[in-house]
């Protein structure tokens, strides 16, 4: 049986894959990444948070396999926003944006799959 794939499912599946893909390019560096040359309070948080890095790397592999196998996806969806902002908020401090065009597609990715689903997400704003 043939099933018709939604936009959402396509996205769903693309922002699951591409975390997951990013994750896995933290631990393995199979793809050129680099946050070039940072500010210094840039630097001091990456520093300070440095030891927590590879917990959230796992983080978002396991988000990632939730949002393709489509489970749980509108928690993961809530769960996966405060994360999004801030990549968003680090990668703009960062000072290059040319280089924060992984945080914002996934910002992107992540609001249009909240929009879509915003009408499971009404009972928690009442």
């Known amino acids: 049986m043939a099933r018709n794939y939604t936009i959402h499912d396509i996205l769903?599946?693309?922002?699951?894959?591409?975390?997951?893909?990013?994750?896995l390019n933290k631990?393995?560096?199979?793809?050129?990444a680099s946050y070039g040359a940072m500010p210094d309070v840039t630097e001091d948080f990456?520093?300070?948070v440095a030891s927590y890095l590879p917990a959230l790397y796992i983080f978002e592999i396991i988000i990632g396999l939730f949002l393709i196998f489509n489970k749980w996806t509108p928690f993961i969806l809530i769960v996966?926003?405060?994360?999004?902002?801030?990549?968003i908020i680090f990668s703009i401090s960062n000072g290059d944006l040319v280089?924060?065009?992984?945080?914002?597609?996934?910002?992107?990715?992540?609001?249009?799959?909240?929009?879509g689903r915003k009408d499971i997400y009404k009972p928690l704003f009442n």
């Open 12 to 23: 769903r599946t693309a922002l699951g894959i591409f975390l997951i893909f990013y994750a």
């Open 27 to 32: 631990f393995f560096h199979f793809l050129p």
């Open 46 to 48: 990456l520093d300070a």
């Open 80 to 87: 996966l926003f405060p994360l999004t902002v801030a990549f």
């Open 99 to 115: 280089k924060a065009w992984p945080a914002f597609l996934v910002g992107i990715l992540n609001v249009i799959l909240l929009i």
